[in-house]
């Protein structure tokens, strides 16, 4: 019985990945209404999951590719891989409405630019202070600190390895859970009041979860502003993170 | 029918791999340069071109937008297949870049409104896209 049902899991793969990852999502957005009342965002408990759940898988078989390193987990590796994470990213660009983002004008774009920058600057550092000191390896946790997905973008873009992809996507979720858990706490000091204070937050901010969720957490009128420049975000990290950027650390560091 | 809104984006996906990696050969690395971003620029500039034309009915549109739906399960899959155990190893990178970065940039937002003059006429709403698929994410 058990073999059979094991036979057919790992025989469609990819529809095992579709049922396990939605488990794991039902799980973490109940989690995230029961256990945080909403504080946390339900997306960020699912990444956590999913990183568990990789630990365990490297841990049981001492692979690199953590839960699809077990035969039954397999399809994780496809749906989870290059080419759909790739997929998805750019259809979130579908979202973007161009004429709401122009009213965000010039202040909203310095946000953005900065909000790519210093997070950028500030991973790259740590990063070689920490001996992480080739190019590829501070870029790629450089840019994990932006948003945790223009860090394995990045990392899959410039041939970084997996502990390093790893460690980029754990930076980028332990802001994402700063910014969620942390906004309302410090909403005053950051004068989030307004449409235009929230685009800036949303540019400087970074990922969509984070600010959406730290911005519900404060003032639900506020997240579509800051929603709006926020999905611009992995955008020109994924443009900037590979490009520009890999450059300049290239550059600095020779 | 659906399947346009999915070809669309696939037409997109592939055109921006494409040219990122020809600018990665014009800039003499051996990576694909930005062309996830160059992909999410021609996505974008695609749907206000259709939009305008009115090419571009609600059908087609939830061809991309089960995608672009999908991203946050695609990314769990993803950390569900990152190499955990070694990145364990190097803990305190990520908290202090984390810690850093946000608290940087908290100084700078909170530095920009405090720029901000007070009598700002009250704007419209923006109206995004897709409000379940906002929710979603």
């Given at each position: 019985m058990i073999?059979i049902?094991?036979k057919?899991a790992?025989?469609?793969?990819l529809?095992?990945?579709?049922?396990?990852?939605?488990?794991?999502?039902?799980?973490?957005m109940?989690?995230s209404?029961?256990?945080?009342m909403?504080?946390?965002?339900?997306?960020a408990?699912?990444?956590?999951?999913?990183?568990?759940?990789?630990y365990?898988g490297?841990?049981r078989?001492?692979g690199?590719?953590?839960?699809?390193?077990?035969?039954?987990?397999g399809?994780?590796?496809?749906m989870g891989?290059?080419?759909?994470?790739?997929?998805a990213?750019?259809a979130?660009?579908?979202e973007?409405q161009?004429?709401e983002?122009?009213?965000?004008g010039?202040?909203g774009?310095?946000?953005l630019?900065?909000?790519?920058?210093l997070p950028f600057i500030v991973g790259a550092?740590?990063?070689?202070?920490?001996?992480?000191s080739?190019?590829v390896?501070m870029?790629t946790?450089?840019?994990?600190a932006?948003?945790?997905i223009?860090g394995?973008?990045?990392?899959?873009a410039i041939?970084a390895?997996?502990?390093?992809m790893a460690?980029?996507i754990a930076t980028g979720?332990?802001k994402a859970?700063i910014v969620m858990?942390g906004?309302?706490?410090a909403?005053?000091?950051?004068?989030?009041?307004?449409?235009r204070?929230a685009?800036?937050f949303g540019?400087?901010?970074g990922?969509?979860s984070g600010?959406?969720?730290g911005?519900a957490?404060?003032?639900r009128?506020l997240?579509p502003?800051?929603a709006?420049?926020a999905?611009?975000?992995?955008?020109?990290?994924?443009l900037?993170?590979?490009s520009?950027?890999f450059?300049a650390t290239?550059?600095?560091?020779? | 029918?659906?399947i346009?809104?999915?070809?669309?984006?696939?037409?997109?996906?592939?055109?921006?791999i494409?040219?990122g990696?020809?600018l990665?050969q014009?800039l003499?690395?051996?990576t694909?340069v930005?062309g996830?971003?160059i992909?999410?620029?021609?996505?974008?500039?695609?749907?206000?071109?259709?939009a305008k034309?009115?090419i571009l009915p609600?059908?087609?549109e939830?061809?991309v937008?089960?995608w672009?739906?999908m991203?946050?399960?695609?990314?769990?899959a993803?950390a569900?297949?990152?190499?955990?155990?070694?990145?364990?190893?190097?803990?305190p990178?990520a908290?202090?870049?984390a810690v850093g970065?946000?608290?940087l940039c908290?100084c700078?937002i909170?530095f920009?409104?405090?720029t901000e003059r007070?009598?700002?006429a009250a704007?419209?709403?923006?109206?995004?896209?897709n409000?379940l698929?906002t929710?979603?994410?």
């Open positions: 073999e049902l094991q057919a790992a025989q469609n793969g529809v095992t990945a579709f049922a396990v990852v939605g488990v794991v999502m039902l799980l973490s109940q989690l209404k029961r256990l945080t909403g504080r946390v965002h339900g997306s408990i699912a990444i956590v999951i999913g990183l568990a759940l990789a365990w490297g841990v078989t001492g690199h590719k953590g839960l699809a390193d077990l035969s039954l987990f399809g994780i590796g496809l891989g290059a080419m759909l994470r790739d997929f990213i750019v979130t660009a579908f973007v161009a004429t983002a122009r009213k965000a010039m202040i774009a310095v946000a630019l900065l909000g790519t920058l550092s740590v990063a070689w202070s920490m001996g992480y080739d190019a390896s870029t946790i450089g840019a994990g932006v948003t945790y223009v394995p973008v990045t990392g899959a041939g390895s997996s502990d390093v460690l980029s979720l332990v859970i858990v906004t309302p706490i909403a005053k000091f950051l004068g989030l009041k307004t449409p204070s685009m800036v540019g400087l901010a990922t969509v600010v959406s969720a911005l957490a404060t003032d009128k997240v502003y800051g709006l420049v999905t611009f975000h992995t955008g020109l990290g994924c900037l993170g590979p520009l950027l450059f290239k550059a600095i560091i020779g | 029918m659906i346009y809104g999915t070809a669309l984006l696939a037409a997109c996906h592939l055109l921006g494409f040219l990696d020809l990665g014009a003499g690395v051996k694909n930005g996830v971003g992909a999410m620029l021609l996505l974008i500039f695609a749907r206000l071109y259709m034309r009115e609600k059908l087609t939830l061809g937008e089960y672009g739906a991203y946050i399960p695609v990314v769990v993803m569900a297949q990152q190499d955990v155990v070694a990145a364990l190893r190097g803990g990178v908290l202090l870049s970065a946000a608290a908290a700078v909170a920009i409104n405090r007070p009598a700002v704007e419209p709403e923006p109206v995004l896209h409000e698929l929710e979603a994410e």
